[in-house]
């Protein structure tokens, strides 16, 4: 499984939000480490509320829900 | 005329969708309906819109017009990530493929010189 990414498309990920930040050093890795905390939360997230709801597969409204409290703890 | 890849970069999700749905799958270890990839990359969008916004408030409010790796440090700290058991090398360590992994944590090399020197 590929699991990297050009550290260009990093950059571009937060430029593409705020044209005029400037990002120094290795701080576009960092925000890929954060990427996948939020991703690996967000998945846990959704897989616990899918067995809550008796389901064996994760569905859209699972996620959906789970987005919602993880977005909130993403919150800086 | 705009390339192919420009058009993607604007209105895209911001990292590869595959990644996004590899990673996904990976993280859930219980199978994912086709819909749900959908609100995954929905909430990556909207991730990195609040993350840009934060790291811009936290540089300015040091006065900067530089976001700097302790900017995300302090982010992951109020985002309940980085915890006195689980400092920032932990997560590195846990999380990251070795390509980044060896870019952010020390590494002694011979002469004892320690590469990159120091996580600024």
């Keep these: ?76 | 005329m705009p390339s192919r890849k420009a058009r993607r970069t604007k209105d895209g999700p911001e990292l590869p969708s595959s990644l996004i749905k590899n990673l996904f799958s990976h993280y859930a270890q219980v199978p994912v309906s086709k819909d749900a990839f959908k609100v995954v990359e929905r909430s990556v969008s909207v991730y990195f819109k609040h993350l840009s916004n934060d790291l811009k408030a936290f540089a300015n409010h040091a006065g900067r017009k530089t976001a700097e790796p302790a900017d995300m440090e302090l982010l992951m700290r109020r985002q309940g990530l980085i915890t006195e058991k689980t400092p920032l090398n932990v997560l590195i360590e846990q999380h990251m493929p070795l390509e980044y992994r060896e870019l952010l944590l020390p590494i002694a090399t011979s002469g004892n010189k320690v590469v990159p020197p120091k996580l600024k």
């Design chain 1, 1 to 76: 499984m590929r699991r990297t990414v050009r550290r260009k498309t990093l950059k571009d990920a937060v430029k593409r939000h705020e044209p005029h930040l400037v990002l120094r050093g290795d701080l576009d890795v960092l925000v890929f480490l954060n990427f996948l905390l939020f991703l690996h939360r967000l998945a846990e997230e959704a897989r616990t509320i899918a067995i809550a709801g008796k389901s064996k597969i994760i569905k859209y409204e699972h996620v959906l829900s789970s987005a919602k409290i993880i977005l909130k703890k993403s919150r800086g």
